[in-house]
Structure formats: structure tokens, C-alpha cells
């Protein structure tokens, strides 16, 4: 996953290294300040590899930049093509680029008819090479659309250490937060520290939309096939093979087998697989550490808990497990409920929003890193986002695009990265709207009425709606990670959502301003 496992098990989402990623981790003196702005790409072989863009401006000492395709110049050319080969693969060697270089292809110097075409200012030509291309360099660095890389993770430290400390003690661990606080770039983070520093074995089982057994199948034996690296990697695959149950860290595994017979019991084959934490330690080898993602929705397989428990419960010292699911409901009966096989089975750990100073630290350090600054939008963005980490990522996202290069933030520009956020999530309120019955409508409405107190007379009556009902569609909203309630008020856990509603509801009435909004109410204060 690593990727959203949802990401870890999010894995086409997480590629290696991208041309923007690369492009910002470049040194400064190699950052071009025009926006669009044209650098000179040399093919580079990533681990797995993909070809992945290693970046050099033209222009610069050193850079490709000829003027003719005459004999002496196709020599220079590639000459200073030696030379750019030589400092890519010194960059590798130092750590510098992520990227294994691949084959320099000089001699294809500005003056070739591919530069000539895209008719580029002197300094910032494309300098082409046989597989050179353009590159976008001022990127905007917010990502609010996939987990985010370990090295991106805001604050966290706390639950980092937290979660390692369980996983090397031996300790099953269920983490739960809303959708989008950032659970699966968290685990990433664990999962490569926990590699890196305690020698523990990485794997991310993402779970979403699991529906049967074969499914979950499936998604372990993928888990371990992205993940498992090196001689471990063809121990476990040796194993899986000889059990004929059609398993493999290949291509084909198992689903290749279920595609060909539906009807095959895929449960021998998810034994097999949960039982590989005894495989990985034999003779000694390492600790595993198992994430399953989006771990809810294994509620709609049956059994599966059962089937779980009866492997992991005899896996204390080989294996550490965390249960991550962003439904609370889900999450209670699969380890609160006494008569659920998982029952008291791992710690909770609740991940909570971020602090506004971590957010604006991190806001203010990514855009004085693309050359603008905050300025005067910074305050009311951290006051929307109100702590929530995506909602946060994605308003920083579109004031970036609202700000040139060099600009400072105003109010203005605030207001337009503001209304291009909530023109962006229109649909998706819309529809997520309308997914809810009329009480919980309500609910939602009456939490926004009351200031966070949707059980008052004055609300319920104008909302038409009876306390008991209230009561009931409100823990049906908690269960869904909705609302929430931490030290009393209530709060719609999306600040960008509660604002759409709100609107909504004005724009219905013909108002200018939202209405039943109680001006003097505060929110429920991050933690
Ligand atoms: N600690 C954090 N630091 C920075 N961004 C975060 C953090 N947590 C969440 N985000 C933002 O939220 C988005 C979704 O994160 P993700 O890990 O997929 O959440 P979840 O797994 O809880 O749904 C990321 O793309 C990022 O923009
Ligand atoms: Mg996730």
C-alpha cells in the first residue's frame, strides 16, 4: 500500500518518483523561477523501472545547450552529454535522486529540429536528448487527493512512536478517524520506519470494498506480492507455490485461479496466507507488521473475523497487527462487542485533527518553498479547515493556484481559492446529500441550527423533528464518522460539508448569507 492501501495498499497510487516530486527535492540552484518553465530531462530507470524524468534546467553550466547539429557540435554535445551522466549518477550515489540511472542519450543538441519546433526562450530551450521531454517545474507541492509520502506527514510524531513502540512489544493495534485524517499516511510512515529502524517486515492489506472471502484473499496475496523484497520474497513464494492452492507472488496468483473456477473455496488459500507470518520467521527472520486498511469492511464478510482471529492469536511473537477503519461503528462491533471473535483483541488509538499551528507551519514552509507567501489567506484557511487534515491540504491546494509566482496572499485571493474548493466538492456533496434518509438530513441540519446543540426545543421544532429521533439518526451519524462529539458540542466532522449545507440552505431560501447559522457559536476546538 504504502499507497492508499487504500494507500500503501493504495499501490498504482504510489509511484515512485514523479517529475514534481523530483522537481522539488532538486537543490535550489537548480529550481527555475518561471512558472511552466522548461528543464532539460535526462531518462532515468526508477527501482521498478519506470522511466521517471531526471531534472536539469537548460542553461545552467554544464547544461546541453548547442547551437548548431554540425560534426564538432554533435561531438561537444555529447561530451556535456558524459558530463550530465556523470552528475546523475553522482546525485544517485548521493542520495540525491531516488532515480537509477538509466542510459544518457546525448547528441541531440538545441539546434535539433524537436527544439527548434516548441520554440522556447534562449534560456529555457528544451535541449532535447533521444528521449528528452517537457517538464512542468513550479508544481504546486499540496497533494490532498492520495496518502501522502512519510516525509509529508504533518505532526504525527506521537502516534508514529506510539504505533512502533506496539508493534516491536508485540501489541495488535486498532487505529480509527474519520475518513481523510490521514490514517493511511500515518501507516505509511510506521510501516517504513518500523522497516527502517527495527527491522520489522512491512506489509498493508488494503481492504476497501472487500465483499467476499475471495476478495480478501486476493488483497493479502497482492499485499505480500508488492511488498516482500529479496530473498524473503522468493522464500515465501517457493512456499505458496508448493501448497497447490494456486498461490504465487507472481503475476498469477490466486485470482487467476478463482477467475478459471468460481467456484473454488478461496479459504485454504486465505489460511495459507495468514499463516505466512510463521513462514517469514522461520530460522529466525524478522517480525512482521501487518496493517489491514479500511478494515470496516471486512464487517461485510462473514466469518472473516473468525477466520482472523484463529491465526493472529497465535502470532504475539512473530507478527504485530493494526486494525485501521475510519467507521467508528464498524470498528465497535468488530472489537467492542463481546460477542464478536475480535473482541479486546488490539489498543485503540483515535487519530485526532491537527493543530492550525502545525497546519500553517507546513502551509507557510510549502509555499515560501514555491516562491509565494500566505500573507493575509493563511487565517481564515486555518479557520475553515478547522483541524481537518484533507480539508486543510485541499484549501492550502487551491490558494496555491490562485497565488503567481512571488505573491503574497490577500483576502481576495482566499475568497477565490475558497469558492474554487467548494465549486470543486460540489458534486460529491451533492451526492453524499442526498445518501442520507430525511432524519439525518435533519440531524445535520439541526447540528449546524444549535451551534453544535441539535437537541434544543427551538431547532427540533423548526426542523419538525422529535428528540428521540433526533437522538437516534445523531449516533447513526457518529457511527458513520459524520458528526462527532468530542467535549460536548456536536460537530459535522467536514467543515467544508457543514459550509455546503449551510449554504444550501441559504441559497434555497433566496438568502444572501446562510441561514440558522448562530454566529456566536464556536467550534469544538482541535486537539
Ligand atoms: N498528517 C498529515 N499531514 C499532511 N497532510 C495530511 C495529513 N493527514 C492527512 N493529510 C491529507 O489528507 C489526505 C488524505 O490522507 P489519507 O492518509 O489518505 O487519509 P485516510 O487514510 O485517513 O483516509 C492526504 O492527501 C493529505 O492531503
Ligand atoms: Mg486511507
Known amino acids: 500500500m504504502a499507497g492508499e492501501a487504500s494507500g500503501g495498499a493504495e499501490a498504482p497510487r504510489d509511484r515512485p518518483l514523479v517529475a514534481a516530486q523530483l522537481a522539488r527535492r532538486r537543490p535550489a540552484a537548480h529550481v527555475p523561477r518561471g512558472r511552466d518553465e522548461q528543464v532539460e530531462v535526462g531518462p532515468h530507470v526508477a527501482e521498478d523501472d519506470t522511466r521517471v524524468p531526471c531534472l536539469r534546467l537548460a542553461g545552467l553550466p554544464g547544461g546541453h545547450e548547442g547551437a548548431g547539429g554540425d560534426e564538432e557540435q554533435g561531438e561537444a554535445e555529447r561530451e556535456r552529454g558524459a558530463g550530465c551522466k556523470a552528475r546523475h549518477r553522482a546525485s544517485f550515489a548521493a542520495g540525491t535522486c531516488k532515480a537509477r540511472p538509466g542510459p544518457w542519450v546525448p547528441g541531440q ?40 509520502a512519510p516525509d509529508e506527514v504533518i505532526d504525527r510524531d506521537d502516534e508514529t512512536q506510539k504505533l512502533l513502540r506496539w508493534a516491536v512489544g508485540g501489541h495488535y493495534v486498532r487505529l480509527f478517524a474519520p475518513r481523510k485524517y490521514g490514517k493511511t499516511s500515518l501507516l505509511g510512515r510506521v510501516l517504513r520506519d518500523g522497516e527502517r529502524s527495527e527491522g520489522l517486515v512491512p506489509i498493508i492489506v488494503d481492504l476497501y470494498g472487500v465483499l467476499s472471502v475471495a476478495d480478501v484473499t486476493v488483497r493479502v496475496e497482492r499485499a505480500y506480492a508488492r511488498q516482500l523484497k529479496g530473498r524473503l520474497r522468493a522464500r515465501v513464494d517457493e512456499f505458496l507455490q508448493s501448497t497447490g492452492l494456486g498461490l504465487s507472488l507472481g503475476a498469477y496468483g490466486v485470482s487467476a485461479k478463482l477467475q478459471l473456477d468460481p467456484r473454488l473455496d478461496p479459504l485454504p ?43 493472529i492469536q497465535h502470532q504475539g511473537e512473530v507478527a504485530s497487527y493494526v486494525f485501521s477503519g475510519s467507521q467508528p461503528g464498524m ?97 460529491e456533496f451533492d451526492a453524499h446529500w442526498r445518501s442520507f434518509g430525511t432524519t439525518e438530513q435533519k440531524a445535520l441540519r439541526a447540528v449546524l441550527a444549535g451551534g453544535g446543540s441539535p437537541l434544543g426545543a427551538r431547532v427540533l421544532g423548526r426542523l419538525d423533528l422529535d428528540k428521540a429521533t433526533a437522538h437516534k439518526a445523531l449516533r447513526r451519524l457518529a457511527a458513520a464518522a459524520e458528526v462527532e462529539r468530542t467535549d460536548g458540542p456536536y460537530t459535522i466532522v467536514d467543515p467544508l460539508f457543514a459550509e455546503w449545507i449551510e449554504r444550501m440552505q441559504g441559497d434555497a431560501a433566496g438568502l444572501e448569507s446562510p441561514i440558522e447559522v448562530d454566529e456566536t457559536r464556536s467550534r469544538t476546538p482541535t486537539s
Open 109 to 148: 543538441g538545441v539546434g535539433s529540429p524537436a527544439a527548434t519546433q516548441v520554440g522556447l526562450p534562449s534560456r529555457h530551450r528544451l535541449v532535447s536528448s533521444g528521449e528528452t521531454a517537457r517538464v512542468i517545474t513550479d508544481v504546486n507541492p499540496f497533494v490532498y487527493s492520495r496518502p501522502i
Open 269 to 311: 488459500a486465505l489460511h495459507a496466507l495468514l499463516d505466512l507470518p510463521l513462514r517469514l520467521a522461520d530460522g529466525g527472520g524478522a517480525r512482521a507488521l501487518i496493517v489491514f486498511d479500511e478494515f470496516q469492511d471486512v464487517a461485510k464478510v462473514g466469518r472473516i473475523d473468525a477466520v482472523l482471529r484463529s491465526h
Open 331 to 427: 470498528m465497535e462491533q468488530l472489537f467492542e462487542d463481546k460477542d464478536r471473535p475480535l473482541y479486546g483483541s488490539a489498543v485503540p488509538l483515535r487519530l485526532h485533527r491537527l493543530r492550525s499551528e502545525d497546519i500553517a507551519a507546513y502551509v507557510i514552509d510549502r509555499l515560501r518553498g514555491t516562491n509565494r507567501s500566505a500573507g493575509d489567506a493563511l487565517n481564515p484557511l486555518l479557520q475553515t479547515a478547522d483541524g481537518h487534515p484533507q480539508r486543510a491540504i485541499l484549501l492550502a491546494h487551491h490558494l496555491w493556484e490562485t497565488l503567481e509566482e512571488g505573491a503574497t496572499g490577500t483576502f481576495a485571493d482566499w475568497s477565490a481559492a475558497h469558492a474554487a474548493a467548494l465549486a470543486e466538492l460540489e458534486p
